[in-house]
């Protein structure tokens, strides 16, 4: 009987985490297969000619950022939308702002960080933005956007 019930916790054990993983690796998918898409629409639109890097953006348009050096060897950003039209790509020239080190400055210059969860380029309405996620001193959930260009404040949102 103690064998029956110790291989029946061992069964659903195992079943739960192989199930958790299906459902990740399947949740995970669709950003995989847009993230491609849009290194490809880059590199075919002559935008970059070595992709490096790239991630989702959610702001109030949706664009996959993609990393990565251009034919004259610069190192760009370019921001492909998720509706995946060539004509509405926007991109910068990394050496033509800040650094992901200098935006993390300029918040922690603000004092009261406890915890980064994340920095990302993205581009919204004034143009590139870093968007800082971060915990504060009281485990607050907090969203800055920092300019690329300058270093400037765009939008806070705190305290959540």
């Known amino acids: 009987m103690k064998n029956w019930l110790i291989f029946i ?13 299906l459902v990740l690796w399947k949740a995970e998918a669709p950003f995989h297969s847009i993230e491609e898409k849009a290194e490809q629409l880059a590199l075919d639109a002559k935008a970059l000619a070595i992709v490096s ?12 950022t993609v990393f990565g050096v251009d034919e004259y060897g610069d190192k760009k950003a370019v921001f492909v939308p998720t509706n995946l039209k060539a004509d509405s790509i926007k991109e910068v020239f990394l050496k033509d702002g800040i650094t ?7 918040l922690k210059n603000e004092g009261n960080v406890q915890n980064v969860l994340s920095i990302k380029l ?24 920092i300019m690329f260009k300058d270093g400037d404040w765009w939008k806070r949102i705190t305290n959540l």
Do not use: C, R
């Open 53 to 64: 890097e790239s991630y989702t953006y959610n702001g109030k348009h949706s664009y996959v």
């Open 122 to 145: 993205g581009y919204e309405e004034p143009g590139a933005v870093w968007e800082i996620t971060y915990l504060n001193n009281n485990d607050k959930l907090n969203y800055v956007y």
């Open 100 to 106: 992901e080190k200098q935006a993390l400055s300029v």
């Open 9 to 21: 916790s061992v069964f659903m054990v195992s079943l739960s985490l192989v199930i958790s993983i």
